[in-house]
């Protein structure tokens, strides 16, 4: 079965999508997302330029040996620019491996190990009047777990709070948005918020938070502490992981459950977090992580240690890596949660997906393959427009973790 095409699409349905496709001398197609927000064109040329004409003749039917082909081939390893291009052909394989076989992928991945797929949605607010009225909205979709995030007084701009008309996106302009940052009056607003929602809605949902690399890790052991009476189901990224060995100090002073991952793209940059138990949840995505073959190592990993799977789902990454996350999900033993934002229209013009949401969980669908189908000729009205995350200052001016 061998490979007679691969093309890169860099569109804009909503916001920037880079998507890969193969195509086979049997007329198999496969779609891959290789989205990295505020770094699309970098994923696009890594592709187009060196990986794409190397795909040409290959086997598709051998996505492990070509895993391996291109992260050992490359002899620069890892790094989200390399590791996204290799996910984006990992996937494309598995989809058309299952469209081979006339199975969803999941089928491939050794069938359900669950019945649905639990996801969070994102309730956000420039007040907590708002917040509560989102996460009241969220409830009546039927969400179990719902991440609440709302703006620390203050400051002029807090990350992660939806515009009142549309979802969450964080890119925006075509240079980098500033924002400015005070830790201590988020310190003292964080378990006021969450206390604030567990007063209106009691305990009977799963309420996460995202602390967005913001923390000391001693910052982050106070968070986490002030947290607890609010049993939130996680606290995510509460400092930077680049230094692993720094989560010993926070495991040390909070029981509250700890998600890290969503910027990682190998399983060695988890590797100290998951085996000496310092997080509860891997947060690495499908698209970020080397694809499906890659983000399967990582779950497996985590399994041995208790560690429990919550991918990285949001807005940025494209229908497609939805698709592939969701069949992971619903194969592994160790899934815990997976985030789900959705996507701004137009997109759903573009990537036809046989995935459903119902009472807080999802299913990727019984479509063979993936289940996404990529209109480029739909793709093609929505031309690529640059669009970068924001900058974080504190304020005296200096650069902070955005
Ligand atoms: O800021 O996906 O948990 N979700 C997040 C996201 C990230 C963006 C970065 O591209 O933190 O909103
Ligand atoms: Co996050």
Request: aromatic share 10%; net charge negative.
């Amino acid at each position: 079965m061998k490979i007679t095409d691969a093309r890169v699409v860099v569109s804009s349905p909503g916001r920037n999508y880079v998507t890969l496709v193969i195509e086979t001398e049997d007329g198999l197609t496969g779609v891959g997302d290789a989205t990295l927000n505020g770094r699309e064109l970098a994923v696009a040329a890594y592709l187009s330029e060196h990986l794409c004409p190397m795909l040409i003749g290959r086997d598709a039917r051998r996505i492990e040996d070509t895993w391996q082909y291109f992260y050992k081939g490359a002899y620069w390893r890892r790094g989200p620019v390399a590791m996204t291009a290799i996910a984006a052909i990992d996937v494309a394989l598995w989809d058309i491996k299952g469209k081979a076989a006339g199975m969803p992928v999941y089928e491939l991945l050794g069938g359900a190990a669950r019945d649905g797929v639990m996801v969070y949605g994102h309730a956000s607010g420039s007040t907590l009047e708002a917040l509560s009225a989102d996460f009241q909205a969220h409830l009546d979709l039927g969400y179990k777990a719902i991440r609440a995030q709302a703006a620390v007084p203050g400051l002029d701009k807090t990350y992660g709070i939806a515009p009142a008309d549309n979802i969450y996106e964080p890119a925006s302009g075509n240079v980098p948005q500033e924002d400015r940052w005070e830790t201590s009056a988020y310190l003292d607003f964080a378990p006021a918020m969450m206390r604030h929602l567990r007063d209106e809605f009691g305990y009977g949902v799963h309420l996460l938070h995202d602390v967005h690399h913001r923390l000391t890790p001693i910052e982050a052991g106070r968070l986490g502490a002030a947290l607890e009476p609010y049993r939130p189901f996680w606290m995510e990224d509460p400092t930077p992981a680049e230094d692993q060995s720094a989560f010993r100090l926070l495991r040390s002073h909070t029981t509250t459950p700890v998600a890290v991952g969503e910027v990682f793209n190998s399983i060695w940059d988890c590797q100290q977090l998951i085996t000496e138990r310092l997080i509860d949840y891997i947060r690495t995505s499908v698209s970020h992580a080397g694809g499906i073959t890659h983000l399967r190592r990582i779950f497996s990993l985590a399994d041995l240690y208790g560690v429990r799977s919550g991918s990285h789902g949001a807005g940025d990454l494209s229908p497609v890596s939805l698709a592939a996350a969701l069949h992971v999900d619903l194969s592994i033993p160790n899934f815990g949660i997976q985030e789900y934002m959705g996507h701004r229209e137009p997109a759903s013009k573009v990537f036809r997906t046989s995935y459903t949401f119902a009472d807080g969980y999802m299913h990727p669908g019984d479509a063979p393959g993936l289940g996404v189908e990529f209109d480029e000729e739909a793709a093609a009205a929505y031309p690529f427009d640059p669009k970068y995350l924001p900058i974080n200052r504190r304020l005296d001016g200096s650069v902070h973790d955005w």
